[in-house]
């Protein structure tokens, strides 16, 4: 079983900073590209950020040069840390995997979620 949890949300300032953590665990063979995603109540859930594990990096244009996605193999963890946050950055954030059980065995994981609040 491949679970995926995210940790590091809550309640922050507008202009502050959080940083996010996902840690993929169970019996991996490749974990290919990261990323995280986020839904707004009443919106549709949108990219964030990708990673790819060899560490090309996408972001969408309302975050660029405020959050950066990074990511650790050996430990099967992806952060997304976020600057400059704004009241319109609240969401639930959920992180995502490509990952490989099995060779050539490809599959779509996802998190549970984690919210983040940004007051003005």
């Known amino acids: 079983q491949v679970q995926l949890v995210e940790s590091g949300g809550g309640l922050v300032q507008a202009g502050g900073s959080l940083r996010l953590s996902c840690v993929v665990s169970?019996?991996?063979?490749?974990?290919?590209?990261m990323g995280w995603y986020r839904q707004a109540p009443g919106k549709q859930r949108e990219l964030v950020a990708t990673?790819?594990?060899?560490?090309?990096?996408n972001y969408a244009d309302s975050v660029k040069g405020r959050f950066t996605i990074s990511r650790y193999n050996l430990r099967n963890i992806v952060y997304l840390q976020m600057n400059s946050l704004k009241p319109e950055d609240t969401a639930v954030y959920y992180c995502?995997?490509?990952?490989?059980?099995?060779?050539?065995?490809?599959?779509?994981?996802w998190g549970q979620g984690t919210q983040v609040t940004v007051s003005s």
């Open positions: 169970g019996s991996i063979f490749r974990i290919n590209a």
């Open positions: 995502n995997a490509d990952i490989e059980r099995y060779v050539g065995r490809r599959a779509d994981y």
């Open positions: 990673i790819s594990s060899g560490g090309y990096t």
